[in-house]
C-alpha cells in the first residue's frame, strides 16, 4: 500500500507541476475507473481488443477504451498529448521515443509496482527487460512483444529461377561482392525481356521485377533495411548501447556496407529511392514487383494476406563473421505521468504483460509477446497456420541478435541521418558523405 | 477607383479619409465625440488582435531567444539560435526551396491567373465557369495534396498511366529530388488560379469600357491595347494579388506535410515545413520560433518592396 | 462603366468588319476555357471514381477510367458503417471514424468562429471607415501587418494560453483565436463602407441618431450583401481549418472534420494508404462546402473581386 501510494503520490506531483494552472483532479488511488489506451498496429487491434473485454470482466470496475492511431500520426498526438494534459494513460511506446519521454518525466515508474506485486522479469524473453531501463535506472516499460527481421520472399518467383529452399534459407553475404546474397538477387531480377539480372543483354532501365523491394533508406538504423549486414561486419551504431553518446557512422566496415546496398540500385536489381515515395513495399511485393523484401515479423501476416503470391520465410544471411544478426526490437506498454488514474493503469500494464492477454495475442499469430511461454505459443499458432517461422525465431534461439539502438536526442539524429542517408541512396552522394553526417551527430552529444 | 465622371473630382477615395469638406463645425465636435463610440466599435476586434496576434508575437519573440522543449521552461540562452540558424545548412536550403517554390508558383499561378481574367472578361462570362474555376480553392489544402498525391502516385496515379501511354518513362512527382518543388507548386497552382483568375476579373470590370472604345477609335491592336492600358490600369489589382499571394506562397505547409514531409532529402524542406519539424518533430521551439521571426522580417520585407515597387497605392485612372 | 458621348456609338452602325479572324479567335479562346474548366473539375471526377472503386483491384486497373471493382466499401467505411474485419480485408483500418460527430463540430467550429469574425470586424470596419479618431491610420496598419504574421509564429504561444485558461479540447479554446477579428474581413469591409453613400447616415445623424443606432440600423441592413458574401467565404476557410485544431481539438468530442480526416488517412495498416477510402472521406468532407457553393455560388462567384476594387 505504502509504495502504491508513493507512486500514486509521485504521479500526481508531476501531474500538477505540469499542467501549470489547469486544476488537475487529485489522482486517484484505487483501481478504477476509465482508462485510455492507445497502439498503432491496426493488425493488432482485435487481439487486444479481447484482451481488454477479458481485463474488464476480471476487474469490472475498471474500462478500457483503445485507440489506434497510424505510425505517422501515433507520436505527434502523443507529444501534442504530454504538453495538453491530454496524453492516454497507457500506451504502446517504442525503444527510439522513450528516452526522451523518460527524461522529460512523462512516464511513471514501474519499479514499485513490480516489486509489488511479485512480476518476474526472468519469464520474459532474454534482453527484453533491460532494455526498458532509464538511465537513472528506474523502469519505465513491461516487455510487450519482440520482432526480428527476415527475408520474405516470393515462392513462385524462387522456383521459377530454380533457387530452392535450401539456398535461399543459407545465403551469404559480404560487402566486397554480395555472396550468395547478391547473385540470388541478380537472378531473380528480370527485366521486361525476360532477361534476368545475371545475364547479358540485361536492361537495367527496364526492369519488371526487382530482386530485391526497397522501402526507404532506413535513416540511422536500418531495422529493415541493411542493419542485419552492417552488423555482422562487426560495426555497431554507437560505443555502447544503450545509451551511447558517440555514433560510428564514419566507421568503413558501415560504409562499404551502405555503398553495396546502394550499388543495387545502380545495377538494377533495387528500385531506385524515388519511387518509393507514396508506395508501399509490402503491396509492391503483392503486386508481383520484387522477389525478396527485408522486413519484420510483425507483417507475415499482411505478406500472407496477397491474393495470387505465396511468401515463404528466410533468415537472414550469414555475414563475414559466419553468422547471421537480426536486429531485436521489443515494445513495451507505458504508463503515462500525468495519468489520473495510476493504479488502475498500472494494472492495465501488469495484465498487458501477462500471460493472460500475452496469450490471447499468441493466438492471433500476428506478433510474437515478450513472455517466453506466449512466443512458443505464438510459434506454434503460426505453424497451424501453415506458417514457418522458425526464420525469426532462430535468432532468438542462437543469440544472433543485437539491439536496437537505444540513445538520447533520437529524433535530432534522425533529422541528421535520414537526408544523409537518402542521399547516397539515391546516388548523390557517396557513401563516405556519412563521416560528415556523423560528425554533426556527434556534436549534438558534446 | 469608382470616383464618377469627373476628372477633376477630389481623389477622396484613394486616401484613406471619408469624406472632405462637409460641414466643418460640427467636423470638429465630433472628432472628439468619435473616440468614445470608435473604442466601443474596436474594443472586440482589439481583443482579438492584442490576445492572439500581438502578445503571441511578443511571446513568440521571447521564445525565440530561449531554449525551450515544452515539456520543460524555458532557459534564456541569448541569441544563440540565431548564431546557429545562419550557420545551419538546413536553413540556406529552405529559404532557397521555399524562393524557388514561390517563383514557380506566383510565376504560373498570376500568369495562368491572367490569362483566365482576361478569357472571362473577353470570351466566357458565364457563373458557370466562374463557378467551376473556383470548385479547387474551397476544398482543404489538405484535400487538395491527397488528391494530387494519388493522381501522381509513381505506380497507379492516372497521371503517370498516361506518361507510360505515351510511351516516356513514369515521373516520381513527390519522390524526385527535381520534381518535388515544381510539383508541389504545379499543386497550388491548381487550386488558387481560378480564385486569383476571379480577383483579375474583378478588376478588368472596373476599367471603364469608354478607355477600351478610344483605344479601337486609335487603331490600336488588341495586344498594344493590352499592354499600354490594361495592364497599366490593372495594377493596383495585381499588385494587391502579387502581394497577397506571395505572402501566402511563402507559408506553404499543408501540402508539403501531407505529401513529402520535407522530402526526398532536403528538396521540398520549405521554411515553415522547418519551423514545424523543429518545434513539433525535435521539440526545439526556442529555434523554431527564431526562424518564425525571421521568416516573419522577410514576409514584411518582401511586401513592403513589392508595395513600393510597383506603386500599387496610385491608380492610373486619377 | 457609363459609357460617355453618344457621338461614341457611331462606329458600330458602319459596315460589319468581317468576321472570320473574330472566329478562330473566339475558337481558340474557348478552347482554352475548356481545358482550364476540364482540369479543374477532372480530378474531382477521379475522386468518384477512386471513391467507388475497391482498393484490391486500383494496382491492376490503374487507367481504367471507370470504378475499378465497384464498391460502396469505401463510403461505408469512412460513414463508420463496416465492422473492424471487413474494413481490414478491403485494404482499411479497423478504427472507426466517427464522421457525424465530427460533421457536427465542424460546422459548430465553422458558423460559431464565422458569425464572431463577421460581426466583430464589421464594428471594426465601420470604426475605421466612417469615424474619426486620433490613430486611426496607425491602428489599422497595424492590423493589416497582422497578415503578414505566419500563422505557425503564434500558433504555439496561443497554444500555450488557451492551455493555462483551461479551454484545450473545448469548443472555445478552438474557436478563441477566430472569433474576433481577421484583418482580411476588416480590410473587406472597410473597402466597402467607405464606397457606400452617407446620405441616409447624414440625414440620421442630422435627426440626431447615434452612432450606435446608425450601425445597426442603416450601415449593416445596406451591407448586406458584402456581409453575406464574407460570411461565406469566412465559412469556407474555417470549415478548412486543419492546423490549429489539430493542436487544440484533439478529443473525440472537439475534433473537426479535416482532422478526422487526417487521422483516418494515417490510421492504415502498414501497407499502403487507403486510396478508396481516402477518396470517400475527402468527398464526404468536401460536400458541405461544395453545396453550400451551389446555393450561394453566384453571390460568391460575383462578389469576390470586390475587396481593394473599388
Partial sequence: MKKTLGAVAAAAAIAISLSACGGSAPASTEAKGEINYWLWDANQLPAYKQCA??????????????????????????????????????????????????????????????????????????????????????????????????????????????????????LDWNPQDGGSYEKAIAHLTVDKNGKRGDEPGFDKNNVAVYGLGLAGSGSGQGQTEWSFLSATTGWTATDKNPWGTKFNYDDPKFQETIAWWAGLTEKGYMPKLETTVGASLADNFGAGKAAINSTGDWLIGQYQSYKGVKTAFAPTPKGPDGKRASMFNGLADSVWAGTKNPAASVKWVEYLASTACQDVVASKAVVFPALTSSSEKAAEAFKAKGTDVSAFTTHVKEGTTFLFPIADKAAKVDGIMKPAMDAVLSGKKPASSLTEANDQVNALFK | MTTTTARGAVPARRATGTGTGNAAPRGRRRTRSDLRVALLFITPALIGFVAFYLVPSIRGVYLSFTEYSVLGDPTWIGTKNYTAIFADDL????????????????????????????????????????????????????????????????????????????????????????????????????????????????????????????????????????????????RPVLVLVLVVTVIGSFQVFDTVAVTTGGGPINASRVIQMYIYQKAFGESDFGYASALSVILFVILALVAFVQMKFLKGNESDLD | MTTSAPSRTKPATTVPTPRKPVNWRRVGAWTLVAVAVAVTIAPFLWMLRTALSSNASLASNASNLLPADFSLGAFKRVLGLQSPEEAIAEGGSGAAINFWLYLRNSVIFATVTTAGQVFFSAMAAYAFSRLRWPGRNVVFGLFLATMMVPPIFTALPNFLMIKNLGLLNTFA?????????????????????????????????????????????????????????????????????????????????????????????????????????????????????????????????NSIGFSGIK
Fill in chain 3, 173 to 301: 479554446g478552438l474557436a478563441l483565436p477566430f472569433l474576433f477579428m481577421t484583418p482580411f474581413a476588416i480590410f473587406f469591409l472597410r473597402q466597402f463602407f467607405l464606397s457606400m453613400s452617407r446620405e441616409v447616415e447624414e440625414a440620421a445623424m442630422l435627426d440626431g441618431a447615434k452612432h450606435v443606432r446608425i450601425f445597426f440600423q442603416i450601415v449593416l441592413p445596406n451591407a448586406a450583401a458584402p456581409l453575406a458574401t464574407l460570411a461565406l467565404l469566412t465559412f469556407i476557410g474555417q470549415w478548412n481549418e486543419y492546423f490549429w485544431p489539430l493542436l487544440v481539438g484533439q478529443d473525440e468530442s472537439v475534433r473537426v472534420l479535416t482532422v478526422g480526416l487526417g487521422v483516418f488517412k494515417s490510421q492504415s495498416p502498414q501497407g499502403a494508404p487507403d486510396w478508396s477510402g481516402l477518396m470517400a472521406a475527402t468527398l464526404i468532407a468536401a460536400l458541405p462546402v461544395l453545396l453550400l457553393f451551389i446555393a450561394f455560388g453566384k453571390r460568391v462567384v
Fill in chain 2, 91 to 234: 536553413f540556406w536550403n529552405a529559404m532557397a526551396v521555399t524562393v524557388q517554390y514561390v517563383a514557380l508558383n506566383i510565376g504560373f499561378q498570376t500568369a495562368i491567373a491572367l490569362g483566365l481574367a482576361l478569357l472571362m472578361h473577353n470570351v466566357a462570362k458565364s457563373t458557370f465557369i466562374r463557378g467551376a474555376l473556383l470548385l479547387p480553392f474551397l476544398v482543404a489544402n489538405v484535400i487538395v495534396a491527397l488528391l494530387w498525391f494519388w493522381m501522381l502516385d509513381y505506380q497507379l496515379g492516372i497521371v503517370n498511366e498516361v506518361i507510360n501511354w505515351l510511351g516516356l518513362p513514369r515521373i516520381a512527382f513527390f519522390g524526385s529530388e527535381q520534381w518535388a518543388i515544381p510539383t508541389i507548386a504545379g499543386v497550388n497552382v491548381w487550386r488558387h488560379m481560378g480564385y486569383t483568375a476571379l480577383l483579375i476579373f474583378a478588376g478588368l470590370q472596373s476599367i471603364p469600357n469608354h478607355v477600351y472604345e478610344v483605344a479601337s477609335l486609335d487603331g490600336a491592336s488588341p495586344t498594344r491595347t493590352f499592354w499600354s492600358i490594361t495592364m497599366p490600369l490593372l
Fill in chain 1, 53 to 170: 473485454d477479458d481485463f474488464t470482466k476480471a476487474n469490472p470496475d475498471i474500462k478500457v477504451k483503445i485507440t489506434q492511431r497510424g505510425w505517422d500520426d501515433y507520436w505527434t498526438t502523443l507529444t501534442n498529448g504530454f504538453v495538453a494534459g491530454t496524453a492516454p494513460d497507457v500506451f504502446t511506446n517504442h525503444l527510439s521515443k522513450y528516452p526522451e519521454y523518460a527524461a522529460k518525466k512523462q512516464l511513471l515508474s514501474l519499479d514499485e509496482a513490480v516489486a509489488k506485486d511479485g512480476i518476474k522479469l526472468e519469464n520474459y524473453t532474454k534482453g527484453l527487460p533491460e532494455l526498458w531501463v532509464g538511465q537513472d535506472g528506474k523502469r519505465y516499460g513491461l516487455p510487450k512483444d519482440w520482432d526480428t527481421v527476415g527475408l520474405f520472399y516470393n515462392k513462385a518467383m524462387t522456383d521459377s529461377a530454380g533457387l530452392t529452399a535450401e539456398q535461399m534459407a543459407n
